[in-house]
């Protein structure tokens, strides 16, 4: 049984203690009175005095317990997972903490986290009727019944009470269809925890599954009688009504709670919402204006308004609204928000210059403002100015590290640095946090998949449930990964799998059927495939690439210049069209309209760099190589020297020994960026600087080129980077600094254990360290790995030279 969850923020205050015996009087004058509150189910006062106890004395492990099972409550799993661990730091044999633990990690599917916890409170107690409740459940997950049943009746034979293990065989009976029985034991519960919420609203959800409305709302209305602060239980309640068409009930419901004019504006806005969804715009608007009139959140009310005007497309008015709020006579934070607001709406715009502007001006008001640091963030990140979206996103958890935003946000900035492990931290940090977040654990496997840690990936992908709108993309992403390890199968397995339960309108199903059809030679069926695919979706560029590739391979030129001419007669896919037409032309050899197609897509966008390369292949194939090289070097220019472009230029000068002007293109790229002011971590910038120190070390033997690649590669140290450490570990090495080199050299191997470079390298260093042996290791390593390197020739020769002694 699931409930929405909520997140609060959780202010711990450390204060000074005035002497021994007043401090602990104090703090145990709050604990009792806490645990007197939660037993008459007034958790609000219960979490302040636990917030009292814990001011006085932050390591005090029972407050820190009972607080989190209030966190957990709430739906506030962050701050409930942290409480829990700090309880066990302060109290290692505080049992019921491992539990709690445990029970979160399997909330959110983490079934691998949850083991360890629940091992470590069996040891403590063999009869810990919690643990012995989450083994049970443990095992009907894994689909072991038998298993579950025991370790049920062993949790209600050490504590007939308790309330997992209640829930879960109340949930047994239900899914026996034993509804009955069910109910008898919801309501032993019930009689044993009257004033425990989940429990009631265990029994709600119940009531509600059997078709039991009136025993609902009754249950419902005493848990707002309990909580009547609490915004989400009159939600829930009026969503109820709405369903049984009691929306006139619901309406009054909401207007209650707004006599009572709470302090968060969160109940005014659901009641707009409301309005929204069961009377239409105008009713909601004409609301709205009232709320706005005659009560005193009239400014927050305005910029709710400004964000319905956005929704609505309305940008003029909504930018007129916001300017209004923005002015000195409004309330700070008012004035800030609507800034901050007309700030993304200028980013959204491409207007940088004036976002910067606005951001400026709510920095010279608060210079540490979070809403200005996080657009600031996003700006830099658009710039690829991964340093300062890092730098404002530390700052941003510093003032408040529970806002699970910022910390993806950060994540994205380290994965564009390339700091993957750093980014993993992040990631793995968020999925604790909110395990029932499945988005965070499909970003989570993004990171793993990019360093190559593709079972972790899969881990992750596969913990996502079948239930959850995150389940077809991971599907998507297992797809891929098949595809990558030549597992047609597999592939094919999870095709048909999308196909059977994916909407009728979705063409994913047969776009994946199709890429492992194409993996099995079955071009033909791949292709039919495609073409469903696309007849559901057209507009999906994806899947007309797929199909324009697949007719490409089959040869059926009529079908794929009628699928194209049709394209452009509708407007879609205007550069890709262009793009598949020039190569189709440059397949039948008509050049000439095929280099037509390649300028027509460059005059759209200069910046393309498929096109450059493939004009210029074009341009070759005509025996031209000079003209091409030109074209190049003129996609160099419009591509602000984009990496790939300048990796390929450096490779044709160096094929042709003309190793002065490939150097001078890896300067003016890196030149263009120093110029620019571009990041310093920027991917692209590192690139390139790593292939010019590899070119010098490689080319050249004079001290200049070293003590130019010693300057290029200083930076890379501190990087997680295998291709980088083992490019500064190499300059080393020629520096003779073996010691550092084999550090780096070591830490580059373990990331990246199948690079036959990186055991030349290390081979190399050892050879120079006067350790045959490692040195021998390490160039027999590099051989049989199997895969070619530009220094086999160089490892046969040491290790003959070595056996000759």
Request: one cysteine or more; glycine letters at 4%; hydrophobic letters at 40%.
């Amino acid at each position: 049984m699931q409930y929405k969850m909520r997140e609060l923020l959780i202010l711990l205050l450390m204060v000074s203690a005035v002497s021994c015996s007043n401090t602990e009087s104090r703090q145990e004058k709050y604990l009792q009175s806490a645990k007197s509150h939660l037993h008459e189910g007034n958790r609000v006062k219960a979490k302040l005095d636990l917030k009292n106890v814990l001011q006085i004395n932050p390591k005090h492990a029972e407050a820190s317990y009972l607080l989190a099972e209030q966190m957990e409550v709430d739906g506030d799993m962050r701050s409930a997972a942290s409480l829990f661990q700090r309880t066990l730091e302060e109290d290692p044999q505080f049992v019921d903490a491992y539990a709690r633990l445990a029970r979160l990690y399997l909330l959110g599917g983490g079934v691998e986290e949850a083991a360890p916890y629940l091992e470590q409170a069996l040891q403590l107690d063999g009869d810990h009727a919690e643990s012995l409740a989450l083994r049970a459940l443990m095992a009907l997950n894994g689909q072991d019944r038998e298993a579950g049943q025991q370790w049920l009746q062993q949790s209600l034979k050490s504590d007939p009470t308790n309330k997992t293990a209640l829930l879960l065989q109340a949930t047994m009976l239900g899914q026996t269809g034993d509804q009955k029985g069910a109910q008898q034991v919801l309501e032993q519960l019930m009689s044993h925890y009257p004033k425990d919420l989940p429990v009631k609203k265990s029994m709600v959800t119940f009531y509600i599954n059997q078709e039991q409305p009136e025993k609902a709302i009754e249950l419902m209305q005493k848990i707002i009688e309990q909580e009547p602060e609490e915004w989400g239980h009159q939600a829930w309640l009026a969503g109820l009504l709405v369903k049984l068409n009691r929306t006139t009930e619901a309406k009054e419901l909401l207007l209650q709670n707004l006599e009572r004019k709470p302090e968060s504006i969160t109940p005014y806005i659901g009641y707009v919402q409301f309005l929204q969804q069961t009377e239409g715009e105008d009713s909601a608007e004409k609301e709205l204006q009232r709320l706005i009139t005659s009560t005193k959140r009239g400014d927050e009310l305005q910029l709710y308004q400004a964000n319905m005007l956005l929704e609505k497309g309305d940008t003029a008015a909504a930018t007129q609204l916001l300017q209004s709020l923005s002015d000195d006579t409004r309330t700070e934070k008012v004035r800030l928000s609507a800034k901050i607001s007309l700030a993304r709406l200028s980013f959204a715009e491409k207007d940088i210059v004036k976002a910067k502007r606005l951001i400026e001006e709510v920095q010279k008001e608060r210079s540490s403002y979070p809403k200005a640091l996080a657009l600031e963030a996003d700006i830099a990140l658009q710039e690829g100015r991964a340093d300062t979206a890092v730098a404002n996103l530390r700052e941003l958890l510093k003032i408040d590290d529970s806002k699970l935003l910022y910390r993806e946000i950060l994540a994205r900035a380290l994965v564009q640095q390339g700091e993957y492990e750093l980014a993993e931290e992040q990631m793995r940090r968020l999925v604790s946090s909110a395990p029932n977040n499945h988005t965070y654990k499909l970003m989570l496997a993004e990171i793993y998949l990019k360093s190559e840690q593709v079972h972790l990936a899969e881990e992750f992908l596969s913990q996502i449930p079948k239930d959850s709108n995150e389940y077809l993309v991971a599907q998507r992403q297992l797809s891929t990964i098949a595809l990558r390890q030549s597992d047609a199968g597999r592939a094919l397995a999870i095709a048909n799998e999308v196909l059977a339960i994916e909407p009728a309108d979705s063409s994913l199903g047969h776009y994946l059927l199709g890429r492992a059809l194409l993996l099995q030679k079955k071009e033909h069926e791949a292709a039919k495939n495609f073409e469903k695919a696309y007849q559901r979706t057209p507009t999906n560029r994806e899947i007309y690439i797929a199909l324009l590739s697949s007719l490409h391979k089959l040869e059926a030129s009529t079908e794929a210049e009628e699928l194209i001419k049709s394209s452009l007669d509708n407007g879609q896919h205007i550069e890709t069209s262009h793009l598949y037409l020039a190569r189709l032309k440059a397949k039948q050899e008509k050049y000439s309209e095929s280099i037509s197609q390649y300028e027509t897509v460059l005059d759209m966008q200069p910046q393309f760099l498929d096109a450059h390369v493939e004009l210029a292949q074009v341009i070759f194939k005509q025996g031209n190589k000079t003209q091409a090289i030109q074209k190049l070097e003129e996609g160099l220019q419009q591509t602000d020297y984009e990496f790939a472009l300048v990796d390929l230029v450096t490779r044709i000068h160096l094929e042709d020994d003309n190793f002065a002007q490939a150097e001078k293109v890896f300067q003016q790229a890196i030149n263009v960026r120093e110029q620019a002011g571009t990041d310093a971590l920027d991917p692209q910038y590192l690139a390139i600087k790593n292939n010019l120190a590899m070119y010098l070390l490689d080319r050249k033997e004079d001290r200049d080129s070293l003590a130019r690649a010693d300057e290029l590669t200083r930076s890379f140290e501190g990087f997680s980077n295998a291709n980088y450490l083992d490019t500064r570990g190499w300059v080393l090495v020629q520096l003779g600094e073996t010691d550092r080199a084999v550090q780096l050299l070591e830490k580059a191997k373990e990331i990246k254990i199948d690079n036959p470079t990186i055991w030349f390298h290390l081979g190399e260093a050892y050879h120079q360290l006067g350790e045959p042996l490692l040195a021998k290791e390490h160039f027999k390593q590099a051989l049989e790995i199997g895969r070619p390197f530009q220094e086999k020739s160089q490892t046969e020769q040491r290790l003959v030279q070595m056996d000759k002694g």
